[in-house]
């Protein structure tokens, strides 16, 4: 029962470079998100697709792109990497967009940028 | 647009001490509420959520908290720490009033020492 599948794990990048983060869920959830962990700082959303074949931008969007491939995948794309993008990226999925069902987290993506 | 203040970043408590972590919201309408555990490099887990009903709930490890609507708050509670709740815990609110961005909004996080 894997649920919310992150990969990498870890990834080092130098300024400018670009990079795709992956994201699968396997519980058949319509929706999907992404989120930045900074110290001090909690979670912030970056985007979500509350359905499959639609995304939104949410609190931090700036400087990243998404696809919804389908509906177990949701992709996070920093097309020229920066700085200031140096974080802890976590996925999650829910049953429907605006429910009282909980969103499930993946592990995490550990991205430093150099 | 949502907010929401944990107030402490973090607290130290002894071991089978009460655990008291709180959270606040600034919504006039009552959003659905979370509460999530973190352990060092792992992702969130869910501890308990208030929906509606009643407005106390029950969750994993002993927690439990309380929505009290007229104090826009749900604070966390646990009446005996144990070493393995040292963690970092996050309150999150999901506005369902449509409008805006989906997603969870969460507090700034604290941090749940045990002292043995």
């Known amino acids: 029962n894997a649920g919310v599948t992150q990969t990498p794990k870890f990834q080092v990048l130098k300024t400018g470079q670009s990079m795709t983060l992956q994201c699968a869920q396997d519980?058949?959830?319509?929706?999907m998100y992404w989120y930045r962990q900074d110290p001090g700082m909690g979670l912030r959303l970056i985007y979500y697709s509350a359905s499959e074949g639609t995304t939104d931008k949410g609190e931090v969007p700036n400087g990243y792109n998404v696809s919804r491939l389908n509906k177990r995948e949701f992709s996070l794309r920093l097309e020229s990497a920066a700085p200031s993008q140096t974080s802890v990226y976590f996925c999650?999925?829910?049953?429907?967009?605006?429910?009282?069902?909980?969103?499930?987290f993946g592990d995490g993506t550990r991205l430093s940028i150099l | 647009a949502q907010s929401v203040t944990q107030l402490g970043s973090h607290v130290s408590v002894s071991e089978g001490a009460l655990v008291l972590l709180r959270c606040n919201y600034s919504?006039?309408?009552?959003?659905?509420l979370f509460w999530y555990v973190q352990y060092p490099n792992q992702g969130l887990q869910l501890l308990l959520k208030y929906t509606t009903g009643a407005t106390l709930v029950k969750g994993i490890n002993g927690f439990e908290a309380e929505f009290k609507k007229s104090e826009t708050s749900f604070h966390l509670t646990k009446p005996s720490a144990h070493m393995s709740d040292a963690a970092e815990y996050f309150c999150?609110?999901?506005?369902?009033?449509?409008?805006?961005?989906?997603?969870?909004?969460f507090g700034k996080g604290t941090h749940l020492i045990i002292q043995p």
């Open positions: 519980m058949n959830h319509n929706s």
């Open positions: 919504s006039s309408v009552p959003p659905y």
């Open positions: 999150a609110v999901r506005d369902f009033s449509g409008g805006g961005a989906d997603g969870l909004t």
């Open positions: 999650a999925s829910s049953e429907a967009p605006r429910g009282n069902q909980p969103q499930h």
